[in-house]
């Protein structure tokens, strides 16, 4: 009886997962609200389709979609490090959407970055692209070619790796984009999502 009764929550469990998943896509008007955190430079290599380095050539344009805040910014690429889709040129100027929240700071007007982007797959705007990771995916790049986070977490520094543009090829030749799929839950996310369940459930009492 005990093991029917447990398979039957798991069962529920991953039901609720996929309904929960399914509830976000729908209520978040933007994949930025659910991002990815990195603890090495090297998962953020790996989980990033697109990197440049590009100029901020006009200050980010705020929009409001279902009353949520915006931002859209144009991107003049100058140097592209990886594209795995063979899209872009030097010569094209990239959207990039933001959030403008503590972990996803915007990108500021005549500002030379390093971006890790991926495209942007949303009901918010057509052909843009989001920062990978966030603020860990976005650098300023300096007249020298040094890189300073715009964020507390640098991946660079945690990982002990020297913050130079120069480095960047071998850090991307070594370690090759690897597309991530999230459809079947592992045991860790079925125990993750039961824990999280569990608080809501307590504090809803």
Known sequence: MKKWMIGMLSVAAVAGYVIF?????????????????????????????????????????PFEYHSVNFFESRIQVEEIYRDVSHELTRTDTITLLQNDMEEDPLVKQGEKVLLYLQPYEGPVIQKAYRIVGLQQGHFKVSQTGTLTSVGASNLY?????????????????????VSEHNDVMTDEDIEAFNETQKRLLEKSQ
């Open 157 to 177: 520094q945690k990982s002990g790796l020297s913050a130079e543009l120069s480095k960047l090829e071998t850090l991307l030749k070594d370690n090759p984009y």
């Open 21 to 61: 998943g399914e509830m976000l896509k729908e209520v978040n008007t933007s994949d930025l609200a659910v991002t990815e955190s990195f603890r090495h430079i090297d998962e953020l290599a790996t989980r990033s389709p697109v990197v440049i380095v590009g100029e901020v050539d006009r200050p980010p344009r």
